[in-house]
């Protein structure tokens, strides 16, 4: 039976581009065949559980703005009946995916018997939705930054205790991610990190975290559990310090710890904002290493200093991050999750809708974008002309040389290298014309 929360709002289709209708895709068309491959293939777009129906619109300043009849969230028929509004929702946007922490789907119960058992009973009811509903799960994760035992870390909590519920905890959201057939898993270290030096052994609690991720990808082999795990960098926030600052700290941590092989990012745009970089400059770095998982699709402020989880609706910056994608050979299990909320003002059941159907247009629209630059070949033909010199034989051949070698026959050629442009307006320029 519908829940009602929805009335009056038809399913969202496609329109095309000329549409003025606010509550179509003018853009997103999942049919429609990108570089050879279904749109809805290559953006694998999800819903964010917490955005959309845990959020109740609080600020620093102020509490719930958002009045919804599954409030208050604390016993299980609300967290039923957000479940069937959640589906109900994927239904209008058919959306392809979602995501989720325990604590956006199941009542918190203040203790780990009690947790585990809604859990598991919050995850029956899901699966049970799923059978009627196209909607798949993208990835599962485990909230271990709101309730207070969680204050001084999870993996890396100075008290074993804490290391163990973490443990069970993360142990039970595994579990439920196999259970809903979930392409990845997710660990965002949340507060995986220090407010001060002063009473913090950062290499232990580094080790501890290694030794926490290792633990979880052995029993990922252990249950079969066929999808990623993945590990969301953030620099700041909660933590003043937080380890898992940025794409090139975590893959230099999972070197350390010799995970390389079995982890891979899911990178955020408003965290590579706050960490000082650009989306594609993070996007760029896990794809060198091959580690280029999922994405957190969202929109940071780019004056406030903090995480706002706004919506995407820049279509250069998105396309050049769909365009990093892409040239990394696309997403694997991996997909685009949208980490976005509406503002604590967008109190109406509309603007929930409103803001995806924005957010799977934008990103269409990028990832159109990109196709087409990568169809037209002309920034790689660029590239490749810029470092033309290193597919020569005098190219290479100093590549496997060693320093004195090197030094000697430049001085015996004597050459005298020529600076070339970096052509960055032209193309700049050239981006533009598919923007
Ligand atoms: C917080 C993170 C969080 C993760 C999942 O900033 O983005 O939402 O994606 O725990
Ligand atoms: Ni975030
Ligand atoms: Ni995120």
Not at 374 to 388: N, P, Q, S, T, V
């Amino acid at each position: 039976m519908a829940t009602g929360f929805f009335d009056g709002i038809e399913r969202v289709r496609y329109e095309g581009a000329d549409s003025t209708n606010p509550m179509a895709y003018r853009h997103y068309n999942p049919d429609e065949i990108v570089l050879g491959k279904r749109m809805e293939e290559h953006l694998r777009l999800a819903v964010a559980w917490w955005h959309s129906f845990a959020y109740e619109g609080g600020d620093p300043f102020g509490g719930s703005t958002l009045v919804r009849p599954w409030h208050p969230q604390d016993n299980m028929e609300n967290a039923r009946l957000k479940v069937d509004v959640a589906f109900e929702m994927f239904e209008i946007l058919g959306t392809p995916f979602f995501c989720w922490h325990d604590a956006d789907i199941r009542p918190d119960q203040g203790d780990l018997a009690g947790n585990v058992a809604k859990l598991d009973e919050i995850t029956d009811y899901i699966a049970e939705k799923m059978e009627h509903s196209s909607t798949r799960c993208l990835w599962g994760t485990a909230n271990m930054f709101s309730h207070r035992r969680w204050m001084g870390g999870a993996s890396t909590n100075p008290d074993p205790d804490v290391f163990a519920f973490a443990a069970a905890t993360v142990k039970s959201c595994m579990d439920a991610t196999k259970k809903l057939g979930g392409a990845n898993y997710v660990l965002w270290g949340g507060r995986e990190g220090y407010e001060t030096l002063l009473n913090t052994d950062l290499g232990r609690e580094l080790d501890h975290m290694g030794r926490f991720l290792t633990m979880v990808v052995d029993y990922k082999h252990k249950i079969g559990f066929e999808g990623t795990i993945l590990v969301e960098p953030k620099p700041q926030e909660p933590s003043k310090h937080q380890y898992d600052y940025d794409a090139a700290t975590c893959i230099g941590f999972l070197r350390k710890y010799g995970l390389e092989n079995e982890v891979k990012l899911n990178l955020e745009q408003g965290h590579a904002i706050l960490a000082g970089h650009s989306f594609e400059h993070e996007l760029a770095v896990a794809a060198a290493d091959g580690m280029l998982g999922s994405i957190d699709m969202n929109r940071n402020d780019y004056q406030s200093g903090w995480d706002t989880d706004q919506f995407p609706n820049n279509t250069p910056e998105v396309a050049l991050a769909y365009y990093e994608v892409l040239r990394a050979g696309g997403f694997a299990t991996g997909g685009t999750n949208f980490d976005a909320r509406i503002r604590r003002q967008s109190i109406d059941p509309e603007d929930l809708i409103a803001s995806h159907v924005g957010g799977f247009d934008i990103c269409a629209r990028g990832l159109k974008a990109a196709a087409a630059m990568i169809e037209d070949g002309g920034l790689e033909a660029a590239r490749r002309e810029r470092y033309a010199g290193w597919e020569t034989d005098r190219g290479k051949a100093m590549l496997a040389s060693d320093l004195e070698s090197v030094a000697a026959k430049a001085l015996a050629e004597g050459i005298n290298p020529n600076p070339r442009s970096g052509r960055q307006e032209i193309l700049e320029n050239y981006v533009n014309r598919f923007v």
